[in-house]
């Protein structure tokens, strides 16, 4: 079955190419507001659940036993840039833990943000595991692995305690059971599992109101949402979506976006979460349906709601700086 | 109404996301032997009719008068990569026409090659519009206007000589009549027109062949398919799918790529022309479905077959090199 066009690009007068996909708005009970496509279906989530990854860390006592400061909490649900503030964070995580980056197992690969790629091929460096856009995460990773006095080695590995601990967090958070056969391996080298993105949007309700969480998991849900709301630019960076929306509504909504089109999202004062996957995996798609459910749902004053248009409706242009055309919600979205 | 799926993409043993798009497969006639979704439907080519736009270059007599050589021919139908011997061959056609980069009205931007824009980061320097994937295209298009003893300024605007003559090329080619109201503006600034897929598939099939052109036309084409089939890196470069393809396949098949998930193939020993839309203009769906429908169409002996397998079904590997899943064909094009 064919999921609804949910986003069109628009060149001139014309839809030039659309995405179909899959969005559901839930409550913490389970309670759907807005359904389109199958939601039922399992999607991987990829790194929008980085947050729900990161419970552990925070509600093990891992986080506060080795001083991990606030920016350390958001980079560990993040997926940054790059930029240099990044690197020292994860840099000075690893630190904490009285390792360095050739601990991390999630590969290096160039920054997304291209000056600091820039900035690296002007030294004449390379990038290391530190501008992998997991490296906080894996960091985390890392101190719950000294916490629990397990070997470092390994801790991407589906049967290493720590990423034990990750999966029972994502299975409590939204109630699905992971199977090995919904298992794959995401691109950092850590298990991700396929689950109904109705599961995800429930996870994200609860994770935004602690409603149905232990009391010291509501807490470290609580602890992570205000570090990321605190520090936005360590989640994403630099002109990134996740990034510039929670500068424009800070804790009002705790944003991430995740590989292959999907996005997850709390809203805490509306007890709401929200997970959207584009189908064909495209950013530009999931980014606008995210957006138009935001602004759907979440209540914005009119200096706001004016300010977040440009997520809704972000406009083309071309290399010469001519506006060509435009990415908006569709079927419905609109 | 949705388009059907023609391509996945796996992780594990699951989906995890699915392009849907249209293809077509005509000979020069217009005799459809293969269709899937609406090809009637029209789409913006984008820079995958770069080899009909050059095709009044060649005609004219322009080329031959200013000693274009036959990479700049290849250039003049590229989206290159912004690679050293790609910015020479446009620096040198310029030349030839007693022009330099000022001339050029496409913008500039960073190379897709990311070595060649690393090392001019290294350098300290900027992208020019030479290092623009069009610079090709438009050193041909002064080609033409100085030839023509038109201004040279202002020759991407749709009322040029120049553009109108490219318009003619391409309802010429395709049989299709090309409105304003078709009319779209391209990333490299000049016009676009939307037309049915099948007329492009159409427009190819007789570019491949000369079938349906005047002689001189017919005779353009073949030189223009000769160039790119002798210069296949000037076309794409390093590790592009248009140039690797046709390393492989020589001039048996005349393969380009457009923005937004297009590709335009002409087979010219079977007398055909592919056409390939991935609806949501995911560049790794057209490529595949392009493959899938090249390798049901061209016959292979088998060392080419296998060695044209890794473009039908393309394996994904993470930042630590794992394999984590693949592409492959779907659908009809399973």
Redesign the interface.
Known sequence: M?DP?LVE?T????V?????GRAVVVDADGAILFSAGNVNA???PRSAVKALQALPLVESGAADAHGFTEEMLALACASHGGEAGHVETAAGALAKLGLDESAL??????PSF?PA???L??E?RKPSCLH?NCSGKHSGFLCLACHMEEPTQGYIQPGHAVQREVKAALEGATGAVLPD?????????IP?F?APLVAWARGFARFGTGHGFAPDRAKAAARLRAAVAAHPWHVAGTGRFCTEVMQLLGSRAFIKTGA??VFLVALPEQGLGIAVK?????TR?SEVATAALIARFLPMDDPTRAGFERFVRPELK?????L??GVRPAGALA
């Open positions: 064919n066009i690009v060149r001139g007068s014309l030039e190419s659309r995405h179909a399992p999607i991987f197992e999630c590969g290096a690969h160039w291209k790629g820039a900035a091929a002007r004449g992998n056969g919904m298992r794959g391996i995401d691109g950092c080298g991700t396929a292959e089109g584009a189908d064909d995996g495209g798609a071309n290399w010469t700086g001519t060509v055309g």
